[in-house]
Nanobody, 125 residues
């Protein structure tokens, strides 16, 4: 069983909303820091949002601040990314990530302990 499993991607019109989910299991402990990254067509993978293991602290890339909200439910070992006011520039494969260290390590290195398989988000203009 893969440690991280994303769901919730799809096709949405610009201005619409989607919610991504990432269920952690096995080796990816519910106490791990979690993050979302994305990779758009022809682009490098980039950081989107992160949350600490306790859920008390969140981090966002400037491009998504005010539009995206990351949260976690440790009872369900699941994190969420609520994406509102979507733009065509948000079109990408979104990857869930987990790391036993502080979120800033994932944000700065882009090298977490675990990656999910990715879920595709397409925003049509």
């Amino acid at each position: 069983q893969e440690p991280l499993a994303e769901s919730g991607g799809g096709l949405v019109q610009a201005g619409g909303s989607l919610r991504l989910s990432c269920a952690a299991s096995g080796r990816a402990s519910s106490a791990y820091a979690m993050a979302w990254f994305r990779q758009g067509p022809g682009q490098d993978r980039e950081f989107v949002a992160a949350v600490s293991g306790s859920g008390s602290t969140t981090f966002y890339a400037d491009a998504v601040k005010g539009r995206f909200t990351m949260s976690r439910d440790n009872a369900k070992n699941t994190v969420y990314l609520q994406m509102n006011s979507l733009k065509s520039a948000d079109t990408a494969v979104y990857y869930c990530a987990a790391d036993r260290r502080e979120p800033v390590v994932m944000i700065t290195t882009g090298e977490p302990d675990y990656w999910g398989q990715g879920t595709r988000v397409t925003v049509s203009s």
